[in-house]
C-alpha cells in the first residue's frame, strides 16, 4: 500500500487554466497533492483493538448464521 | 510530457488556503495539473461565481449545483432488494407498524449519511482511502472485503430486479439483462462527473413512479395517518418471518456501500467544509423522497394483505402481476417499470462505489472525470464487476425472493464494523479539527449502531433458536 503513483497530466495547460485551478481548487484537492500526501496512520487504542475484534468476530459468526439459514432453506 | 509549476508562481495574486487534513500547507514542490483537476475546477468556478451572488435565484442556482450525491445515495438505496423488501412487507402486514418503523430506519440513514458529508468535505478524500491510510492495511482490507462481497451480491440482484421489471413487458431475460449494461456503459461515456451525476438524477427521480401507483390503489389515509403517529404493536408478534422482513427493511436503508459512495462523491465533485450546510439539505432531501416511494410501494402492495393474498412467492414482476386486479394494467405496468428503474440506478451507483473503493485503495487514479485512457482501471474494475453480477442472474433456477431479502439482511449485519470506522474517522480531531463530531451526533450514531446490533442478534436468535423469540415478546 505504500505504492505511489502519478497521475497523467493534462497535456496542454495554458496559464489562464493553472491559475483557474489554483484559484478554484483548495489545496489538497489537487491531484498531485492527494497522491504524494496521505493521512498519518494512526495508533489504535486497546479498547478500540477490542472493538474492532468484537465486531469483526460478531460479523464472522453473523455471516455463519446467514449460511446456516440459507442451508436449512435449501434443504 | 508533464508541464509543471511550482505553487508561488500558480499561486500568484491569489490567497494560499490549507484544508483541514493538511494544517501545514501544501510543499512548494512541483505541482502536476491534471485533467481532472481542470474540470473539478471548472466546476468549482461555477459554484464560487454563484455563491458571490446575493438573491433567491443565485440561493436556487446554488442548491441546484450542490446537490447530488445524498440524493443519490438515498434513491439509488430504493434498489431492487429494497423495493422488493418494502413490497413484501405491504403484502405482508399492509399498512401499521411499518409505516412508522421505515420512516424511522431513514431517519437512521440520515444520521449516518451526515457523518459521510462532513468527512468527504473536510478531508477530500473517499472512505476507503481513509480507512487504509488511517488504521492501516489490515483493517483496510477487512473493510474493503465487506464492501466488496457486499456490493457484488446486491449487485446480483440489482440485475435480478431489471430482469423482473422488463419480464412483466415480456423481454426476455438476456435482452433485459444486456440493455441494462449498455445504459451503465453509455451513462460513463460522458467522462464528466456533472454530467453523470445530472444523468443518474433524472433517472432516480423515476423512483418516485411507485407514488402514482399507490395512488392507485386508492389507501385509506386516516389508517395511514393513525399508523404514523400511534405506532401499533407489530401484528402477530415477533416471528422467524417478521424478523426477517424487519432486518430488511433496515439494510434497505441503511448499508456499507452508502458510506463509501457519497464520500467518495463528494470529493469527486469537489464539495468543502463550505458546501457541508448544502451537503445535509442534499442528504435530507434525499432521505425525504426515497422514504416517499419506500412507503408507496408498501401502499401499493397493501391490497394484496387486504385480500388475504400470499406474498410468499411473488417475486418482483410476480408483484406488479398480482396488483394487476386493483390498479390495472398501466398501474401494474407502472410498478414493473418501476422496480427496472430501482436495479438500473442502484446497478450505476453500486458498481461505482466499488471502482472508487478499488482506485482509492489500490492508488489508481478514480474520478468519474477522467477519460477512458486515463482511468482504465476504474472503469473497467466498474464495469467487469456489472457484467459478472449480470451473468449470475442468467443462471437458471435462482430463488430469486429468498436471495434478495437475505442481501439485505447480510447489509444490515455488516453495517455495525463499518460505522465503527465511520464514528472514528469522523470524530478524529487530528483530521476533521472543529468539524469532529458534536456529542449529539455520536450519541445519534450510537443508537443507530446499538439498533443495527440488537437487530443483527434478533436475526442469530431466530434462526438459531427461534423458540427462544418468546423471550422477547415473540412467539
Redesign the interface.
Known amino acids: ?1 505504500e ?8 497535456a ?2 495554458s496559464r489562464e ?26 495508533q ?1 487504542t486497546p479498547t ?1 483493538m477490542i ?2 475484534w468484537a ?2 468476530i ?2 464472522v ?3 455463519g ?2 449460511v ?3 442451508w ?2 435449501v434443504r | 510530457m508533464k508541464e509543471t509549476k511550482t505553487l508561488p508562481e500558480l499561486r500568484r495574486g491569489t490567497v494560499p488556503r490549507s484544508n483541514l487534513l493538511n494544517n501545514q500547507p501544501t510543499s512548494d514542490a512541483a505541482v502536476v495539473i491534471t485533467h481532472e483537476d481542470i474540470d473539478r475546477a471548472h466546476d468549482r468556478e461555477r459554484v464560487s461565481a454563484t455563491r458571490a451572488r446575493r438573491g433567491i435565484r443565485p440561493r436556487l442556482r446554488l442548491f441546484w449545483l450542490l446537490i447530488g450525491p445524498g440524493i443519490l445515495v438515498m434513491l439509488g438505496e430504493n434498489d431492487g432488494p429494497s423495493m422488493l423488501s418494502y413490497a413484501a412487507t405491504g403484502a405482508r402486514f399492509g399498512v401499521g407498524f411499518f409505516v412508522p418503523f421505515i420512516v424511522l430506519t431513514f431517519a437512521m440513514a440520515c444520521v449516518v449519511q451526515e457523518m459521510t458529508v462532513r468527512l468527504g468535505a473536510a478531508t477530500h478524500r473517499g472512505h476507503a482511502e481513509l480507512i487504509f491510510d488511517r488504521f492501516g492495511p489490515f483493517w483496510g482490507w477487512f473493510s474493503m472485503a465487506d464492501l466488496m462481497v457486499g456490493n457484488f451480491l446486491t449487485l446480483v440482484t440489482e440485475f435480478i430486479a431489471i430482469r423482473a421489471g422488463l419480464g412483466f413487458f415480456g423481454v426476455r431475460p438476456a435482452v433485459a439483462v444486456f440493455s441494462a449494461l449498455l445504459v451503465l456503459s453509455v451513462a460513463l461515456i460522458t467522462h464528466r462527473y456533472w454530467t453523470w451525476e445530472r444523468i443518474i438524477l433524472g433517472a432516480a427521480m423515476f423512483n418516485l413512479v411507485f407514488v402514482p401507483v399507490a395512488l392507485l390503489t386508492h389507501p385509506h389515509w386516516g389508517s395511514v395517518g393513525r399508523a404514523l403517529v400511534t405506532w401499533r404493536p407489530l401484528p402477530g408478534g415477533l416471528t422467524q418471518e417478521t424478523v426477517l422482513i424487519l432486518l430488511a427493511d433496515i439494510g434497505a436503508t441503511v448499508t456499507p456501500w452508502m458510506l463509501f459512495f457519497q464520500q467518495s462523491a463528494i470529493a469527486d465533485k469537489g464539495l468543502t467544509t463550505h458546501d457541508i450546510r448544502f451537503g445535509r439539505v442534499d442528504t435530507v432531501l434525499g432521505a425525504a423522497l426515497a422514504t416517499v416511494a419506500a412507503l408507496a410501494t408498501m401502499l401499493a402492495t397493501a391490497p394484496l394483505f387486504a385480500h388475504h393474498m400470499s406474498a410468499a412467492n411473488f417475486e418482483a414482476a410476480e408483484f406488479a402481476q398480482a396488483l394487476q386486479p386493483f390498479i390495472g394494467h398501466w398501474g401494474a405496468a407502472l410498478f414493473a417499470l418501476g422496480m427496472f428503474e430501482a436495479g438500473m440506478v442502484a446497478a450505476i451507483t453500486i458498481s461505482t462505489s466499488s471502482a472508487y473503493a478499488f482506485g482509492e485503495v489500490a492508488r489508481r487514479p478514480h474520478s468519474l472525470n477522467l477519460p477512458f485512457r486515463q482511468g482504465k482501471s476504474f472503469y473497467l474494475v466498474l464495469l467487469l464487476e456489472a457484467v459478472a453480477a449480470a451473468g449470475l442472474v442468467l443462471i437458471p433456477g435462482i430463488p430469486l425472493v429468498y436471495i434478495v431479502l437475505l442481501v439485505n439482511v447480510i447489509a444490515v449485519l455488516a453495517m455495525p464494523p463499518a460505522l465503527l470506522f465511520l464514528y472514528m474517522l469522523v470524530n478524529d480531531r487530528e483530521m476533521m479539527g472543529a468539524l469532529v463530531s458534536p456529542r449529539w451526533a455520536n450519541v445519534l450514531a450510537l443508537g443507530v449502531v446499538t439498533i443495527l446490533v440488537g437487530a443483527g442478534l434478533l436475526f442469530g436468535i431466530s434462526v438459531i433458536a427461534p423458540n427462544a423469540l418468546a423471550l422477547v415478546g415473540g412467539r
Open positions: 500500500m505504492k505511489q503513483y502519478d497521475s497523467p497530466a493534462a496542454k495547460v487554466e493553472l491559475t483557474a485551478v489554483m484559484t478554484a481548487l483548495e489545496p489538497d484537492q489537487l491531484i498531485s497533492t492527494k497522491e504524494h500526501h496521505h493521512c498519518p496512520r494512526r489504535l478500540e472493538l474492532f465486531l469483526r460478531y460479523l459468526f453473523m455471516f448464521v446467514v446456516y439459514q440459507i436449512t432453506g
